[in-house]
Structures are given as structure tokens and as C-alpha cells.
């Protein structure tokens, strides 16, 4: 079984939104710090959104706040982003993530959702935002 796997992503012209869903298998999802990362091209992957799936606490990057949201399915093991006011610099490669360890929920509040903690990647969806 493939422990993440991503629905969503697209094109769409600025101010447009999109959703993209991360399904988890149940071990990963019943208590995780799961979001996305992307990476554009010549670019470093950089942390978006997370949320602990034990408590709700969320985590955005500066750049997202207040235009994208992230939330959670229980009965579904799934999360979601939901991306608003979409801009050119958001057009990436978004990749769902997992990070397990228990720390997780302490490292959002502090800010942090690092790719050197992540357990499991999922398969990766193009988000492109042009006019």
C-alpha cells in the first residue's frame, strides 16, 4: 500500500484557486505532522502548510498566509490544501509529506516543518499559475 497519495493540482490563472487532497495510510495518519513542500524549478524545496492530524495545530509558510488553508478528514485519513488567490510564484511541484515523530506537533508550533524531517513523500502534483 502506498502510504501518501495526492489528488489534485492544475493550471489556473492568477487570483484562481485549487485543492489538493493527501490521502494517508491509516498508521501515518492517526497522529502526524502532514502538509505539502514545493519546489520550483532552480529552487529549494520549501515547507507551505502542515497540520498535526493528533490536535489540529497548523503550520503556514509567510508567503501562503491568509490565501491557503489546510485542513483535515478524519473518516477519510486524508488532508487537504485549499489554495486561494493564487499567484504566479506559486506555480510548483507540490508534494504531499509526512514527518512521525512525536516531536512534530512541538516543531509546528515553533515554526518548523523541515523536508530533513519528513518520513514519507507522496508522488508529487504540478500547481501552475499563469495567465
Known amino acids: 500500500q502506498v502510504p501518501l497519495v495526492e489528488f489534485g493540482g492544475g493550471s489556473v490563472q492568477p487570483g484562481g484557486s485549487l485543492r489538493l487532497s493527501c490521502a494517508a495510510s491509516?498508521?501515518?495518519?492517526?497522529?502526524?505532522?502532514m502538509g505539502w513542500f514545493r519546489q520550483a524549478p532552480g529552487k529549494e524545496r520549501e515547507g507551505v502548510a502542515a497540520i498535526y492530524t493528533g490536535g489540529g495545530r497548523t503550520y503556514y509558510a509567510d508567503s501562503v498566509k491568509g490565501r491557503f488553508t489546510i485542513y483535515q478528514d478524519n473518516a477519510k485519513s486524508t488532508v487537504y490544501l485549499q489554495m486561494n488567490i493564487l499567484k504566479p510564484e506559486d506555480t510548483a511541484m507540490y508534494y504531499c509529506?509526512?514527518?512521525?515523530?512525536?516531536?512534530?506537533?512541538?516543531?509546528?508550533?515553533?515554526?518548523?516543518?523541515?523536508?530533513?524531517?519528513?518520513?514519507?513523500w507522496g508522488q508529487g502534483t504540478q500547481v501552475t499559475v499563469s495567465s
Open positions: 509529506a509526512a514527518v512521525l515523530t512525536p516531536l512534530c506537533n512541538t516543531r509546528l508550533l515553533a515554526g518548523r516543518f523541515s523536508a530533513y524531517d519528513v518520513n514519507y
Open positions: 491509516g498508521f501515518i495518519y492517526s497522529s502526524a505532522c
